[in-house]
Nanobody, 122 residues
Framework: QVQLVESGGGLVQAGGSLGLSCAAS????????MGWYRQAPGKQRELVAT???????NYADSVKGRFTISRDNAKNTVYLQMNSLKPEDTAVYYC????????????????WGQGTQVTVSS
């Protein structure tokens, strides 16, 4: 069974840093695009950053220059390093894999992790 498991959330003061990780487990051959999204209370889920299997990245304007996404294809893991955090970064952060190819030549589309809370205090 394929799943995404996030870790690394928590409470930090404004200006601080946090790192998130998301590991995909199961019979995985490869994953196309992996990304991070977030959802603050009362708001819609929004893109934070994505990264392709080749390493091309895309960031929301609100996090450019502060957040860095990376991945380890051998470990099927994606990371998000968050620096210079602001109170408005407070949200539940979700990991996403847009298309997973399994060892059994099956495709799983749009898989989400369970989410991890990030709280930035002012």
């Amino acid at each position: 069974q394929v799943q995404l498991v996030e870790s690394g959330g928590g409470l930090v003061q404004a200006g601080g840093s946090l790192g998130l990780s998301c590991a995909a487990s199961g019979s995985i051959f490869n994953i196309n695009v992996m990304g991070w999204y977030r959802q603050a209370p009362g708001k819609q889920r929004e893109l934070v950053a994505t990264i392709t299997s080749g390493g091309s990245t895309n960031y929301a304007d609100s996090v450019k220059g502060r957040f860095t996404i990376s991945r380890d294809n051998a470990k099927n893991t994606v990371y998000l390093q968050m620096n210079s955090l602001k109170p408005e970064d407070t949200a539940v952060y979700y990991c996403n894999a847009d298309r997973i190819r399994t060892l059994f030549w099956q495709y799983i589309n749009d898989m989400w992790g369970q989410g991890t809370q990030v709280t930035v205090s002012s």
